[in-house]
């Protein structure tokens, strides 16, 4: 069994409207979800036939984590896929307790309106949800390590320009890479 905790708000996009989001994730992964909407606790248990592979509770459990998190159902559902990887930073291991910095540094995620983060995404291929306290990335292994540069670099406090920079010199090496492996 595998245990998240997620915000009470957010409880209501796990379940999904007459419980599909839930039933779609238990068919998906071959688990059952124990929803306790009172307090956000979730835990996931493997069926029987879920049971033979391990990691599907594993993808359950990071599916339900990255709702937790923002993400859409939708896109939480990628991390069914082979290969791909969540990523959760806490700002506040950056920024300190104090609110004002938490939001300073979430609006540096952000960046205005919203073209910051919309560039992380499309340079690296990831997906990014800003949520609460938390900062989660989704994609690939190259897409997570170029999102992943990124943001540890803003939440360090690196200026937007040599985010940028690193962004672009990720994206031509992902591209170098694809065009060697159709190669024959």
Known sequence: MLYVKMPKERVGVLIGEDGKVKHQIESLCKVRLEVDS????????????????????????????????????????????EDMYLEV?????????DRKHVSRVKARIIGTNGKTRT???????????????????????LSMDAARGAVEMLLEGSEHSAV?????????????REMSMEAP
């Open 119 to 141: 560039t992380i995404e499309d340079f690296s291929g990831a997906e990014i949800s800003i949520y609460g306290n938390t900062i989660a990335i989704i994609g690939d292994m």
């Open 38 to 81: 009172g307090n956000g606790d979730v835990t996931v248990i493997p069926t029987d036939e879920g049971a033979k592979d391990g990691l599907v509770g594993l993808n359950a459990r990071d599916i339900v984590k990255a709702m937790a998190c923002g993400f859409s159902p939708d896109r939480a559902m990628r991390l069914a896929g």
């Open 89 to 97: 930073f806490d700002i506040r291991d950056f920024a300190g307790k």
């Open 164 to 176: 940028y920079r690193f962004l672009e010199g990720k994206r031509r090496y992902m591209k170098f």
